[in-house]
């Protein structure tokens, strides 16, 4: 009797899940298949061919793929490469407290996901727990002053490092990545900026003062560890982060996604001094073979050569952790990391860390996360390309995440008052 | 005054349109866009975005696109990058005499890249793409088991005759027959499943049905005798190999992108029935678009020793043109292809003759077709990836369907009857 077993079956979505088949015939071929369904109904599917060995077994952890959407060893590979079944779909949870992604993970014989047959041999089935906060975690609706946004505490009594996590894309609040990094031990402040409650319907001005306040609030509350806070954040939001570092002495360690070190779309205010966003090409994007649009190339002439536009990241006090995509097609990552790190090279500074990641697209997120290689962004483009190999970019999420909370670690927590 | 030109605005579709715009403010950055509604109302669109030189022009045969569908000189860019709207649909004309397909040029005096447009077009133009020329005749054949539609050029011929074979797809394909009708050549498109009283599904290749068409072909009063050519692709082009091996009358075949092995289904000719290998499923590879990629089945096949189901490509009288698109991720159309070749060397046959394109996918269809990259495949349950890099992919087409003709024309047109 063919048996399917997972451990464990309830998890955070960055812990790892160990997946085995047993009672399987001497070699014989099977395929697992995982799928999902968000929180709209959107469907994600994913398989695996494997042969089970002469014991009839299959152990995800040692037995490599034959086919599918990966191949080789990889024992998360089911969860990392789900794709939607309706092309441009991008999988993100949006209740992150009340109920985790439940993945669906089947055994059947290998012609069935191509053939669609309706009957399979194999039957047996399990289902998965992907959770987005730990037991413990608090959720508080923030809604201060001008903010908009959730904190995510820490369980405890202690004090925790404070983070604001800045997300890009089609605005809104985005708060998986703030419950799973508070989950982690760090007090979060998932905060919007646009297209949420009743902040600007579309994004004017990038105000630094907001973000000055959200800072501010972030080191108010009692939970909070000080003197310094963290930004977490990627494309528009590290965009964002840049600018906070620049201009605000109390972030103290800044992680930007694959951001530009230049101004984009809006002009960054702050107290009555305001940078203009930087000439670009429209004309100078792409479409593939699958008509996805690469937007990389539009900073072409100005923002990828020309020094007259950078951020005066030199001003900065706090410490940068660069995350660089390779492969990202919305924007020229790892060129503007580059820059940035040069401009603080000539004024001596040592403030900062590179993680390049070849085969890793834009939207690198935690790890485990599926690639999500192409979407659509409301009111910008029906189907933006992100880019990505999907086995690097799996590989530079796991990475990446590890990386990020230990530099947040080492320069948000002192050695006096070290917490965790 | 903005003005846009394309010429010619009717014409076959495979023969090129030369695309020019004027009366642009100098410099400007304009988006030309080119759509067309398929016979079922699907659309399919691509865009290119030019700048006009200071006399406030743009010619599609000099001047680059800086981005868009394509980059740089393509002046029929416009034409091969169209791409469906909807995701997974194939480009494909069904009635090829009647009606041609027509795309709307449309001029904007701006870079547009989204969908619709929040302005209207400066100026427009209309092409005309036709898969029949003036003169062709189309006959529907029911004679004894043969299911088709025979083209035949205008004139009293007689014509060389060729079998059209399309793959899995099915049904009747006519549209690459009308073209080569066009162009000289009396063309029977062969339906063999899925069409009128043909069997549903393809359960075995039945080689007497093929021989049963080339017979009637040779005997039709305006095809020349005494051998007729084959033109096939990807499943049809097993067949049209299967039909070079076995046939006499057989003298000419173009085989694009497929197998020189039995695959699937068994073949059967008289008292012979070939076994076939079966593609191994669990090596597909499922591509970021959740489409399919098959290659790796096929591939699979090739490190196994399938002897019996090798097709005995040493035993063609006739020659063979074997054209592989080195991109294709269906079957490894090379590996195959070299295998055939490798084999009629090691008997001491000079009959074949292997064109490879590099960057070219699995469909390599008559010039400025648009590159179908993935589509929905009926026997299966999920879309099937064809691979193709657009650039290399459109410059194959335009070579191949010139080789095509010469090689036809070299060993189908009898001296006496030059064309």
């Not at chain 1, 994004?203 to 930004?231: M, Q, S, W």
């Not at chain 2, 701006?110 to 005309?128: H, W």
Request: net charge neutral; hydrophobic share 40%; aromatic share 10%.
């Amino acid at each position: 009797m063919a048996q399917l077993t997972a451990a464990p079956l309830s998890a955070l979505v960055d812990e790892p899940v160990h997946i085995r088949a047993t009672g399987l015939t001497p070699s014989q071929l099977v395929c697992l298949r995982a799928s999902l369904s968000d929180e709209k109904g959107n469907l994600f599917y994913s398989q695996a061919y494997y042969k089970a060995s002469d014991t009839g077994e299959v152990d995800l952890e040692k037995d490599p793929s034959l086919g599918g959407d990966f191949v080789g060893v990889h024992p998360m590979g089911l969860f990392w490469s789900l794709k939607p079944e309706t092309p441009l779909k991008r999988l993100m949870k949006r209740d992150v407290m009340n109920s985790p992604f439940q993945i669906q993970l089947k055994l059947c014989d290998p012609d069935v996901p191509i053939t669609n047959r309706d009957s399979s041999t194999l039957t047996a089935s399990l289902t998965l727990e992907r959770w987005y906060v730990a037991p413990g975690v608090t959720r508080i609706e923030v809604k201060e002053g001008r903010l908009r946004g959730a904190l995510f505490l820490p369980p405890g009594d202690n004090h925790f490092p404070g983070v604001i996590d800045l997300f890009g894309s089609g605005g809104g609040l985005i708060e998986f990545r703030a419950g799973l990094l508070a989950s982690r031990g760090f007090a979060t402040l998932a905060l919007a900026y646009w297209g949420y409650d009743d902040l600007p319907r579309q994004l004017r001005e990038v105000d630094i003062e907001y973000f000055e306040e959200a800072v501010n609030f972030l080191l108010r509350h009692p939970k909070v560890l000080g003197p310094g806070v963290g930004i977490l954040s990627i494309c528009k939001g590290a965009e964002i982060g840049l600018s906070m570092a620049i201009n605000l002495k109390q972030i103290s360690a800044t992680v930007l996604i694959n951001g530009p070190n230049f101004v984009i779309s809006n002009p960054h205010v702050y107290r009555g001094e305001v940078s203009q966003p930087t000439p670009y090409s429209i004309e100078l994007i792409s479409s593939n073979a699958l008509g996805f649009v690469a937007f990389h190339r539009v900073y072409e002439q100005t923002g990828d050569v020309d020094s007259q536009y950078f951020f005066p990241i030199e001003k900065a006090q706090g410490h940068f952790l660069f995350i660089v995509g390779e492969e990202d097609k919305n924007i020229n990552s790892k060129c503007y990391a580059q820059q940035a790190i040069e401009q603080l090279r000539r004024n001596g500074k040592e403030n900062w860390t590179l993680l390049s990641y070849p085969g890793a697209g834009h939207l690198i997120e935690p790890p485990y996360s599926p690639l999500c290689y192409a979407s659509r962004i409301p009111y910008v483009h029906p189907n933006i390309l992100w880019g990505g190999d999907v086995i690097p970019h799996a590989a530079a999420q796991e990475h990446s995440w590890k990386e990020i909370q230990k530099f947040l670690r080492e320069h948000l927590i002192s050695t006096r008052t070290s917490q965790l | 005054m903005f003005q846009l030109t394309a010429t010619p605005s009717s014409a076959l579709a495979d023969e090129p349109v030369a695309i020019r715009a004027t009366g642009l403010p100098p410099s400007k950055v304009v988006t030309l866009q080119a759509s067309l509604k398929d016979e079922k109302g699907n659309l399919f669109q691509s865009r290119a975005f030019y700048r006009a030189n200071k006399a406030g022009e743009i010619d599609l045969e000099q001047d680059p696109a800086l981005g868009g569908d394509y980059v740089g000189v393509h002046s029929m860019g416009l034409f091969w990058s169209m791409k469906p709207t909807v995701a997974f649909q194939r480009l494909l004309k069904r009635d090829v005499m009647n009606s041609p397909f027509c795309i709307t040029l449309d001029l904007y005096d701006s870079v547009c890249f989204k969908d619709s447009a929040t302005v209207p077009p400066r100026v427009s133009q209309m092409v005309q793409r036709w898969f029949s020329g003036p003169g062709v005749q189309r006959k529907q054949i029911r004679e004894g088991r043969v299911r088709g539609a025979l083209f035949l050029p205008p004139g009293e011929g007689p014509f060389p005759g060729i079998i059209d074979l399309f793959g899995n797809i099915g049904g009747l394909v006519e549209f690459r027959a009308s073209l080569l009708a066009s162009s000289g050549f009396a063309v029977l498109a062969l339906a063999y499943f899925a069409y009128e009283d043909l069997p549903e599904k393809l359960l075995e290749v039945d080689l007497e049905y093929f021989e049963e068409a080339a017979s009637f072909l040779l005997s039709h009063p305006k095809i020349q005798r005494p051998g007729i050519g084959v033109i096939s692709v990807s499943k049809g082009a097993e067949i049209g190999l299967a039909m070079a091996c076995y046939l006499k009358q057989v003298v000419a075949t173009v085989c694009i992108n497929g197998c020189n092995m039995v695959v699937e289904v068994p073949l059967r000719y008289r008292d012979l029935v070939v076994p076939p290998i079966l593609p191994a499923l669990e090596y597909s590879q499922v591509h970021m678009s959740g489409a399919v990629s098959l290659q790796r089945c096929f591939g699979e096949l090739l490190n196994k020793s399938n002897h019996q189901s090798v097709l005995p490509v040493e035993k063609a009288e006739g020659k063979i043109l074997f054209i592989v698109g080195e991109n294709d991720e269906c079957i490894h159309s090379r590996a195959f292809a070299e295998r055939a070749m490798d084999q009629l060397r090691s008997h001491g046959r000079s009959t074949g003759r292997m064109l490879a394109y590099p960057g070219a996918g699995h469909l390599i269809e008559p010039p400025y077709a648009p590159l179908c990259f993935w589509s929905w495949q009926h026997k299966l349950a999920c879309p099937v990836v064809w691979g193709g890099d657009p650039v290399a992919h459109a410059s194959t087409q335009e070579h191949v369907w010139g080789e095509i003709q010469k090689f036809f024309r070299q060993h189908l047109v009898k001296t006496t009857n030059k064309l």
